[in-house]
């Protein structure tokens, strides 16, 4: 008998001594940092040529004569734009009223008018930077007025108005940075859009650079807020619509590059390209292009005078 | 005859403390994946749910300008506080050991503060009119889709593997089941090895020792099946389908996020719309493999409101895409959408429920069982033991 209570009472030992407290793990803090922009890397090695110099920006001489494309435009009393809404103050939307507005919208208007006769005529479509060339080519668009520096390859696979404004590449700095110009950015981190041309720009100045590479400038913005990057480097344009936005950045530095800003318009359609251009001449003379300047971009500085057209015929 | 009465005591006794631990591990199994590992692979899941909704709703909120509407706010608000609620469910239901699940939520809670972070500089710029707000909330959503839903989703990952796996275990193992059956058997023959030593016949300790085994196998056995079929159905009617359903869930709010933010960077964006496809062409394929109630017609609505909203974009008409978008009209994007995730939901709490109950089935059959076989083998030994202690002193 006694042996069954000894095995009983060993039993339930074993049943009940199985529990024991745990000591709580530590789990040390992770991840406590701010995340790069989405998308952006540290550029490898990016290609340092220098923005071809060839006849490209010399366009077609203005006239008003009606060809088939202007005509079929008429008939359609509507004008397709093609444009971006991520370029402030080039054309954006306000936050606030949700509109889409900037100097490139204003002059789209402004050769809407011409074009139609009314400046609310226009139709804006928004392309991404792959889809704005293609846009163009397959007539998804009758003109291009997003932010598109005229350059040797673009103007093989489609047609450009005059050039309509002068952008430079410059730097964007957190203002007192050391960073004064190309030279200072030996060993720093620079921040520029993947695949434009800028990037390459910047990897021919500051062969001595980090680069950042973000797919949208804005991006670069963010990455210079955050501390991510020492400075970043675009149109002189688009950084001052980044300086209106944060003041405590300045632009400093030579231009880097210059970017001939044009209108693209599809290859085959020749009387839009002279009609676009009339349109861009009166624009010039008649003074609403200084108008538009200063209503859009006086952190640049006063308002210089219109780029001198150029013409191949 | 004393050496076979020591060793069919013993081989009872071995096989009574055997079961009984057995079934009270395996019980203790069960109780802590009712009221640990399932909670915390359903609160991994809550987690995801919450995440996701506050991350589209964040973005939604861009999509009116740039003042946020009150009830948009403050949906946002309490999806953050229900993930965070979440989190300390989940933390709860860890065990100190799991260091890798330790990690997951730690990592989840830290870039959840980060998160809200950016979302207040991004709302702080949209509210003073800078466009760069959107960048923000780009990079908001980057940390939530890339970051922090990961996490959450390798949580639930694990926790609900570890929920279905110990669905396929057997209530109770077929060794001990084998062995009480050896020692049934080991009784007869020593009745019978008994029975051609003495004169008698029938021996009514062993007899009465034999019944007690042959009711702890017949117990046993049973007990076992029932367990095991209320763990499989549990896996097959509940886990199982869960699984799919929580996985359709999650596709579902991605490509919402997509949707919503794909019109929000319009024209610096163009893979969202191709994500979006690919998105809802697996939550397809998902609902075809397990039908849910009126999802596969919201979801049908939805893609619709979708096609609509890329031709106003694909026209120039931002303004009317946007309004397609954030309307609340029944046929429009934000309701079919909400309508398969509310359906989704449902379906998940009913599943889980079913989980549950099959987990709390498999745990009842077993009742009584450890205590049941201590107390039968203890009685069969004590059997034995009255049975043959008058024949030992009859053979002296």
Same mark, same amino acid.
Not at chain 1, 152 to 166: D, G, K, L, W
Not at chain 2, 158 to 174: E, I, N
Not at chain 2, 215 to 219: A, M
């Given at each position: 008998m006694r042996t069954v209570a000894a095995v009983l009472v060993l039993a339930s030992m074993l049943i009940v001594g199985c529990s024991k407290a745990q000591p709580l793990t530590d789990v040390p803090a992770s991840l406590t940092t701010l995340p790069m922009p989405s998308g952006a890397q540290v550029a490898p090695s990016v290609s340092g040529a220098a923005v071809e110099s060839c006849?490209?920006?010399a366009s077609l001489r203005p006239s008003t004569e009606p060809g088939p494309t202007v005509d079929a435009i008429r008939r359609r009393g509507r004008v397709v734009v093609g444009i971006d809404q991520n370029n402030n103050p080039m054309s954006f939307r306000d936050p606030v009223t949700g509109q889409l507005e900037g100097f490139l919208v204003d002059i789209s208007r402004e050769i809407v008018r011409d074009l139609v006769g009314d400046p609310n005529k226009a139709d804006f479509r928004l392309v991404?930077?792959?889809d704005r060339i293609p846009a163009v080519q397959n007539k998804t668009v009758d003109i291009l007025t997003k932010a598109t520096t005229i350059t040797?390859?673009?103007? @093989? @696979?489609?047609?450009?108005?005059?050039?309509?404004?002068?952008g430079s590449q410059r730097l964007l700095v957190p203002r007192g940075s050391q960073v004064r110009g190309p030279a200072d950015l030996a060993g720093r981190r620079v921040c520029s859009g993947l695949e434009t041309t800028s990037i390459a720009t910047v990897a021919r100045v500051a062969p001595a650079a980090t680069i950042l590479g973000v797919p949208n400038m804005d991006d670069c913005l963010v990455a210079l807020q955050q501390g991510q990057a020492d400075a970043l480097s675009t149109d002189d344009v688009l950084l001052a619509g980044m300086v209106a936005q944060d003041p405590n950045l300045e632009i400093v530095g030579p231009p880097l590059e210059a970017e001939p800003y044009g209108i693209g318009i599809n290859k085959s359609q020749d009387d839009l390209v002279r009609a676009v251009n009339a349109s861009l001449e009166r624009i010039r003379r008649d003074g609403t292009w200084e108008a538009l300047y200063r209503k859009w971009l006086t952190a640049l500085g006063p308002a210089p005078r219109p780029p001198e057209p150029k013409y191949r015929d | 005859m004393a050496v076979v009465a020591v060793v069919l005591i013993a081989a009872l006794l071995a096989v009574g403390a055997t079961a009984s631990k057995t079934v009270f591990d395996r019980q203790g199994q069960l109780a802590t994946l009712r009221s640990h590992t399932e909670p915390l692979a359903d609160a991994a899941q809550r987690i995801y749910g919450a995440l996701s909704f506050a991350n589209t709703t964040a973005a939604t909120a861009f999509l009116s300008g740039g003042v946020e509407p009150r009830d948009v706010r403050e949906r946002y608000e309490a999806a953050i506080g229900q993930a965070s609620a979440g989190l300390v469910t989940a933390s709860n239901g860890v065990s100190p050991n799991d260091i890798n699940s330790l990690k997951l939520l730690t990592d989840i809670s830290n870039q959840l503060?980060?998160? !809200?972070?950016?979302?207040?500089? /991004?709302? !702080?710029?949209? $509210? /003073?009119?800078?466009p760069i707000g959107v960048a923000y909330l780009n990079e908001s959503s980057a940390l939530m889709q890339q970051g922090i839903l990961p996490a959450a989703e390798r949580l639930?990952?694990?926790?609900? &593997? /570890?929920? !279905? !796996?110990?669905?396929? &275990?057997?209530?109770?193992? $077929?060794?001990?089941?084998?062995?009480?059956? =050896?020692v049934l058997v080991m009784l007869l023959l020593s009745q019978v090895m008994l029975a051609r030593h003495s004169h008698r016949r029938f021996n009514s300790g062993l007899a009465l020792a034999s019944v007690l085994m042959a009711?702890?196998?017949?117990?046993l056995t049973v007990a076992s099946l029932v367990s095991t079929h209320a763990l499989t159905t549990a896996r097959t009617q509940g886990g199982e389908p869960m699984n799919t359903a929580v996985h359709a869930r999650i596709l579902a709010q991605q490509a919402r996020a997509e949707e919503v933010l794909g019109l929000l960077k319009r024209g610096s964006d163009s893979m969202s719309d191709m994500r979006f496809d690919e998105r809802t062409a697996?939550?397809?394929? =998902? =609902?075809?493999?397990h039908r849910v109630d009126g999802a596969a017609d919201a979801l049908h609505g939805w893609m619709q409101s979708h096609d609509e909203i890329k031709n106003k974009l694909a026209a120039g008409d931002y303004g009317g895409a946007v309004a397609i978008a954030q309307d609340d009209a029944p046929q429009d994007s934000t309701a079919q959408f909400t309508k398969l995730d509310t359906a989704l939901r449902d379906d998940i709490t009913a599943l889980r429920e079913r989980q549950r109950d099959g987990i709390a089935d498999a745990y009842t059959a077993l009742n009584l069982l450890p205590f049941g076989a201590a107390a039968l083998s203890v009685l069969a030994a004590l059997a034995v033991a009255a049975g043959i202690a008058p024949r030992l002193s009859e053979y002296h």
């Open positions: 006849d490209a920006t991404s930077e792959p040797c390859p673009r103007a @093989q @696979q489609i047609a450009f108005s005059t050039v309509f404004f002068e | 503060a980060v998160y !809200t972070g950016i979302v207040a500089v /991004a709302q !702080t710029n949209n $509210r /003073a009119g800078s639930y990952a694990s926790q609900s &593997s /570890a929920v !279905t !796996t110990s669905g396929h &275990s057997v209530g109770v193992s $077929r060794v001990v089941i084998a062995m009480a059956v =050896l009711v702890l196998v017949v117990w697996q939550i397809g394929w =998902l =609902l075809d493999e």
